[in-house]
């Protein structure tokens, strides 16, 4: 079942001075191995696996970041082609910053969001931190100028979360076994969900 997640205001206090502390370094995480593929999906009590369903989960960057928002897009636009596959998308930036980017980027669709502020899950999933050339390397910077030149996609505010956290993408058949896995090589490197979609045998629901 889907998060319906509510439009919220914008503190007044929001300014610079808080995406000054999306450059922070962050707390220190024990990050878990890679993810291989062919292996047991990891459970917690936010994301149990198996459930009996094939999932489709997504480890975002930080709310703001254009290239979160071209990877949220893609998964609630799988999310309504594939009513039968559970999508997930994982924040790290807070309750209230999702509740606010999510209805800037068009909604949840089909797709459960979870907040995971402390990032526990991203470190129980193997998505530790990254470097600054993963981050903002010359390419990554020309690659955020693209995105907003060809798809309308530019940077947004930056109320929470951290720069310097890497994301991914892991699909999950029925019975909890990881069927395709994408972790960013940099900040613009993101998963193409299709190829989860079709690791998992997914289709269409019948056409009425």
Not at 8 to 36: F, G, M, V, Y
Not at 108 to 123: C, F, H, I, K, M
Request: charged share 20%; with cysteine; hydrophobic share 40%.
């Amino acid at each position: 079942m889907a998060t319906h997640v509510q439009s919220a205001e914008r503190p007044a206090d929001s300014s610079w001075k808080q995406e000054l502390n999306t450059l922070k370094t962050p707390a220190h995480k024990d990050i878990a191995s890679p993810i291989e593929v062919g292996s047991r999906a990891p459970s917690s009590a936010k994301i149990p696996l198996p459930d009996g369903r094939s999932t489709l989960i997504v480890f975002l960057r930080h709310c703001g970041c254009p290239f979160a928002e071209k990877t949220f897009k893609a998964l609630t636009a799988i999310s309504a082609t594939y009513p039968s596959l559970h999508c997930i998308a994982v924040s790290h930036s807070t309750k209230e910053a999702t509740e606010r980017w999510i209805p800037q980027v068009g909604g949840a669709w089909n797709v459960e969001v979870l907040v995971d502020d402390d990032r526990d899950l991203y470190a129980q999933w193997g998505l530790g931190v990254s470097s600054i050339w993963h981050m903002a390397s010359p390419w990554v910077l020309y690659s955020v100028y693209r995105l907003g030149q060809t798809e309308g996609i530019w940077n947004k505010p930056a109320e929470s979360g951290t720069r310097w956290q890497i994301s991914g993408a892991f699909a999950i058949d029925r019975s909890g076994i990881v069927r395709w896995a994408h972790v960013d090589k940099a900040a613009d490197d993101t998963a193409r969900l299709n190829d989860g979609v079709i690791a998992l045998g997914v289709e269409k629901d019948a056409e009425p």
